[in-house]
């Protein structure tokens, strides 16, 4: 089998290959148009989701919420750490505008159900990657982050994500101003076996 010809015949297997994510301060406009992000989005949730829950949820903030989020943070950040200076300040004011579009998603974990919650907090994750790779396929920059916000009780709040759930991922898009350098990736021999045999207790 021509492996070289296979990838060029298959590009979104040579996609996930070389996907490489943008980070959210390097990224301009444009961002996806509304049309794009339900593409993006239908996208998304095209997950393994067991039980049929669909244990998740989507915010897309634009750069008006983005801007009232930034304050929440801003104010959250000061009250936390009274010896913040105004550079600290400002800078947690902006990192939710860094990108055109900022997408929150969200658990919506049904604890009730008889599927794991761990299950559906992965189908949370695949939700996330999915939502990268869309984007990217698309022509767009994309970064996965959470950082301190998504930990944090009083974002979630000002989100509307309820104490028992959680923020899976802040999700950039744009359009790349610089192409970002690739980085060092596992070396599969470390992650990877092929067992001939397995030990029966």
């Known amino acids: 089998m021509d492996t070289t010809a296979s990838l060029e015949a298959n ?11 943008v980070v959210a301060k390097n990224m301009g406009e444009p961002g996806p148009s509304r049309e794009e992000l339900d593409l993006i989005l239908e996208a998304a949730i095209r997950v393994p989701d067991h039980g ?41 004011r902006e990192r939710p505008q860094r990108a055109p579009v900022l997408i ?23 939700v996330c990657m999915n939502l990268l790779n869309a984007a990217v396929a698309m022509g767009y920059a994309a970064q996965w982050l959470t950082e301190w916000p998504a930990y944090n009780d009083t974002v979630k709040q ?13 999700m950039y898009i744009g359009t790349a101003l610089e192409a970002p ?21």
Request: glycine share 6%; aromatic share 6%.
């Open 104 to 126: 929150v998603v969200s658990s919506n974990v049904n604890r009730e159900h008889s599927v794991p919650e761990f299950e559906q907090m992965l189908s949370c994750g695949a």
């Open 158 to 170: 000002a989100l509307g994500v309820s104490a028992d759930q959680h923020i899976v991922g802040l």
């Open 11 to 21: 590009p979104t297997l040579e996609l996930l290959r070389k996907r490489r994510s």
């Open 52 to 92: 049929k829950i669909g244990p998740w949820r989507f915010q897309v903030l634009g750069k008006p919420a983005q801007a009232m989020l930034g304050d929440v943070l801003a104010a959250e950040f000061a009250s936390r750490i009274p010896e913040a200076n105004e550079k600290q300040i400002e800078f947690e």
């Open 181 to 201: 350098s690739e980085r060092v990736r596992p070396d599969l021999a470390t992650a990877v076996s092929y067992p001939e045999v397995i030990p029966v207790p």
